[in-house]
Each structure stands twice: as C-alpha cells, then as structure tokens.
C-alpha cells in the first residue's frame, strides 16, 4: 500500500469553477507535503507547500492540512484551461513520496 | 532564475547497454535527488546525495550506480540496460538546511528508450 494515495481521477471542471484534491497520508510519513503540477511529458513543477495545520493560499491555490484526520488537500479557485495537468500529492521525508496523480481537466 | 539541468534530454539505447545521465543543480544547491517515472505511473525515488555522499536510497537496481561531484552536479550509471528501464528519468535539487522542510525542484528530464 502506498504511504500516501490521492482520490482517484480524472476531474473534470468547467472554466471558472474550484477544482478540489485530496490526498491521504500513512503515519509513517513525515508531515511536510508539497503539490506538485506536472503537464504531460514534463516535469513536475512546485506549486505548494505546506507544514503546518490550516490553511496556506498563494494567488488562486489554497492547500489544507489536518494531520488529526492524516490528509491534505488543493483548492484550485478560478480554474483555467491551463490548469489542465496532472497534480501530485508528494509527502517529503528527505525523498518524496508521491500518491498517484489526480488528471484535472478544465473546459473551456 | 536558474534551474536544474539535465543531460542528454533524450536518450536511445539497445538492451545490455549502458547509460550515463546527468544532472547539474540549482547554484548553491547542496542536495541532489533522483526519480524514475514509467509511462503513466508517479514518480519513484532512486537516490540521493548530500555534499557528496549518498545520502538515502530507495529503489535503485543494483545495475545503477549514482554519485556526486565536487561542483555537486550528479551522474546516474546505468548498467545492462532492459526494456523495462525505459522511463523519464528526473534529478531534483534542494538545500539540506531546512530537513524536511526544503522543497525539491525538478529538472526537465531525460527520456530513456531501451530497445
């Protein structure tokens, strides 16, 4: 079992809407998480980072942490086409850890 | 801003082959990190290092063998080569003073076709 699993995918929101992603993390994993945005055939690309319980927003992303109930979440506000990508829950204990990925499509 | 470089960018090899990837971290950069991803499946930790020392190993065949340089740019070696090592091959940098707090950045890849 992985340490850590997304819910799975494909998501499909219309433009302008929230997207919403969750992620659930074993307790044999640190309690540092990162969301990572990777497009097809790229690498994956930083887009938050969060350590502590609560909240953390930056621009149109929101992550939420609760390590009582052992999860973290994305908000993604305002959605766009070029949000469209996979998006990857990573828990960080020196090495990353990923869940598999939650495909999020935007239409136009 | 500068980011992580990785080379060759594409890289085509016959079975029992070897392979040579390489990578050069974000300046002032301490850490380098290595992953694999296969068609469609997440990202899976190889390696890392720390100022020049192995720092944590995760699922890396024995046929592969990493190190980092004294510029701390790393190299994977990769030995008989099979079909199911084909894969994007990722380096990641970071600085080690935050522990589990830094965050890793990705370099673009390489992509390994075994044939």
């Known amino acids: 079992q992985k340490e850590v699993e997304q819910n799975s995918g494909p998501l499909s929101v219309p433009e302008g809407a929230i997207a919403s992603l969750n992620c659930t993390y074993s307790?044999?994993?640190?309690?540092?998480f990162f969301w990572y945005r990777q497009y097809s055939g790229k690498s994956p690309e930083l887009i938050m980072s969060i350590y502590s319980n609560g909240d953390k927003e930056d621009g149109r992303f929101t992550a939420q942490l609760n390590k009582a109930s052992q999860y973290v979440s994305l908000l993604i506000r305002d959605s766009q086409p070029s949000d469209s990508a996979t998006y990857l829950c990573?828990?960080?204990?020196?090495?990353?850890?990923f869940g598999a990925g939650t495909t999020v499509t935007v239409r136009a | 801003a500068a980011g992580v470089i990785q080379s060759p960018r594409h890289l085509i090899k016959e079975k029992r082959e070897t392979a040579t990837l390489k990578c050069y971290p974000i300046?002032?950069?301490?850490?380098v990190y290595w992953y694999q991803q296969g068609p469609g499946q997440d990202p899976q930790f190889l390696i890392s290092f720390y100022e020049k020392m192995q720092s944590d190993k995760g699922s890396i065949p024995d046929r592969f063998s990493a190190q980092q340089f004294s510029d701390y740019h790393s190299e994977l070696n990769m030995s008989s080569l099979e079909l199911g090592d084909s894969a994007l091959y990722f380096c990641?940098?970071?600085?080690?003073?935050?522990?589990?707090?830094?965050?890793?950045?990705f370099g673009p890849g390489t992509r390994l076709t075994v044939l």
């Open positions: 990573a828990a960080n204990d020196y090495k990353l850890s």
């Open positions: 990641a940098s970071g600085t080690s003073g935050g522990g589990s707090y830094n965050e890793q950045f």
């Open positions: 300046p002032r950069h301490d850490t």
């Open positions: 307790d044999r994993v640190s309690q540092s």
